[in-house]
């Protein structure tokens, strides 16, 4: 822990599941603290505290509007549903709190750009809660994915997280409610394969999405289930599939002209404080084709502090020079956010049209 | 090796590159042995039969129909370029030998279905050279995927097998002709993409197969990298890719609702005697979604015999029913054939039409 002073002070806007792991990140982060916590009632916030151990120094608010108002507050994060992101962003952007927001960051690109837009007019950060973004393997795997020596041109991805919903999730939870998270296992699961995706493509859009036929979608017409083919110039591709509705599973496949790179557990790695990916580098057979020569191989990579607290730590990192030297927010990371909106975007057009081909424009 | 009087002998129709290996297997094979190669010219054979260490004893023909005149030839491999499988293959079975044949084992499913039905009416084994089929690991995936309890009801395939081709093969291999493998990278890796996933499917016919957009063709139409999605009902699905154009990939996973199954080296083993394959069952998260639990593990499986030559103890077994107990011939090994021939077809035909929808009609 660094100094109280330095600390960015976080407000926390909302007590989902996922509000206890990033809290626990919030603490780990030498450059962080949990300053003040909300929800719909001051009692379900400080039920929320007490079962998470916070200090008793955390401050506890009845609305979000009581929280944005705490001057103290530098950043918030925002675990609301995706329909309230557009409303709750733009007051904490008008409030000046910087903004760490989960994802999928909103219903559509529209909305995002509007977030993004009164973040930008109002000099705050904003970024989104996609984790493994700040795992060390992902710089790991960036530096073999960049080597033309060792990967080669890019071919195609193949991206799929799913994962098996108990049957209270698939009745109760916010991400299967189309006024809620209306974009269901697509905006949840979904985003971070077409983030894999974009991220071994260096952030190059495809020009063309096509939702796959057999999409599962719930009697609101919330995605449970499906996938897409992407292309870009070139004939590069790619696939993904996520879903509700299939046991956990989270691979990351890129292939190129010269390597290929398998990750298993790209989203959430097996362990917090190791994870690992493998790659294979112009691999071929032995004379008689009966064994591979050179055998993929397997890349370690330790971490003191799990990717959620580093995330924080970089969010922090950006608020705090901001606050300090007055710096221009990062821009990197709300144009990450609109790309894999945009496509996402995409495929939901796809398939609300009938498994039709959309194209992306940028 | 067992009694030579006892093993079933095989001529070696061609001497392809792919001949080296099965000729290999067939040495290894306790109940096999080559009595006879031939190839275009004589030349050709008896240089085939030296750089692979044939015994002297091995008989040199100088065109096909003479190694199949020969009374003593029990059996023929055949791995001939598919154009040619219709014609020998016919001549074969007419001279009643038990044919191994390449894969593919035809230009389409009519011309296999032509091939299927002179053997019938000979009385000999067909059986095609897909040759992970025979490997021990494969019966253990089984297992897995038939175990209603760690895989549950089976969701979604991928199947990928690419290699980076060279230039030369390019250019001069017979899979890149239109007049010898028209079938290009579809017949020959994806051949093994489509009968995983059908092996998965415990051979159930998809319902629709789409081929997806950015296939590459090379000048002559033939297929150099392609893949394809395809439906079964209560919205299983599948998809594959296969190339010429990318490293060396061969990954087969499987999703069900309580359980996955990945293998990185699917159609050859990393290794000739020991192969993997990994499983999560009922994968979750701790709870504060931090890691997983249970963490999936790998199976490792060991086999004295390479899988060729488990194929081809297995075939030379059949054949030996045949010649003493007079069994009719094994109808499972044409009938795996001709499925994964109709979905070949089917993607190629999606290809052909500009990338539509194709219905299966078993």
């Known amino acids: 822990m660094g100094d109280r002073g330095n600390q960015i002070r976080f407000g926390i806007l909302g007590c989902a599941g996922i509000a206890r792991k990033v809290s626990r990140a919030i603490t780990l982060a030498p450059n962080a603290l949990i300053h003040a916590v909300t929800s719909r009632s001051a009692d379900k916030a400080a039920k929320f505290a007490a079962e998470n151990g916070f200090p008793s120094t955390v401050k506890i608010y009845g609305s979000y509007e009581a929280l944005l108002d705490d001057a103290q507050v530098d950043a918030v994060y925002i675990p609301l549903p995706t329909s309230l992101h557009l409303k709750w962003a733009t007051l904490a952007a008008q409030k000046k709190k910087h903004i760490l927001l989960e994802k999928p960051v909103a219903l559509n690109a529209d909305q995002f750009d509007s977030i993004a837009h009164v973040c930008e007019e109002n000099h705050v950060q904003l970024m989104d809660g996609t984790m493994w973004m700040h795992h060390p393997r ?11 020596g060792r990967f080669g041109q890019l071919k195609t991805v193949h991206s799929c997280f799913t994962f098996a919903a ?8 916010i991400r299967v409610k189309p006024d809620l998270d209306a974009l269901g296992a697509l905006g949840d699961v979904g985003w971070y394969c077409l983030r894999s995706i974009l991220f071994v493509f260096d952030y190059e859009l495809p020009k063309k999405v096509l939702a796959l036929p057999g999409a599962v979608l719930n009697e609101y017409g919330v995605i449970l289930s499906c996938g897409a083919s992407m292309h870009w ?7 993904f599939h996520c879903s509700f509705l299939s046991n956990l599973t ?38 008689l ?7 993929p191989g397997e890349h370690v990579i330790s971490t003191d502090l799990p990717q959620e607290a ?12 901001a606050k300090t030297k007055g710096s221009v927010p990062e821009k990197k ?3 990450l956010s609109r790309k894999t909106q945009m496509i996402l975007d995409a495929v939901k057009a796809s398939i609300d049209g009938g498994f039709v081909p959309v194209e992306v424009v940028g």
């Open 333 to 335: 990371w709300p144009t």
């Open 310 to 321: 580093l995330m924080v730590r970089e969010f922090a990192n950006l608020v705090a020079d």
């Open 250 to 287: 989270m691979d990351l496949t890129a292939i190129g002209t010269k390597g290929t790179l398998h990750v298993r557990d790209f989203v959430i790695p097996y362990e917090e404080h190791e994870a690992s990916f493998s790659v294979g580098t112009k691999t071929g057979f032995d004379d």
């Open 138 to 148: 992902t710089a790991k795997m960036k530096e073999f994915l960049s080597d033309a």
């Open 233 to 239: 110039d070139d004939g590069r591709t790619a696939t």
């Open 166 to 173: 108990e049957p209270d999730f698939l009745k109760n939870d």
């Open 289 to 295: 084709v009966t064994r591979w020569i050179p055998r």
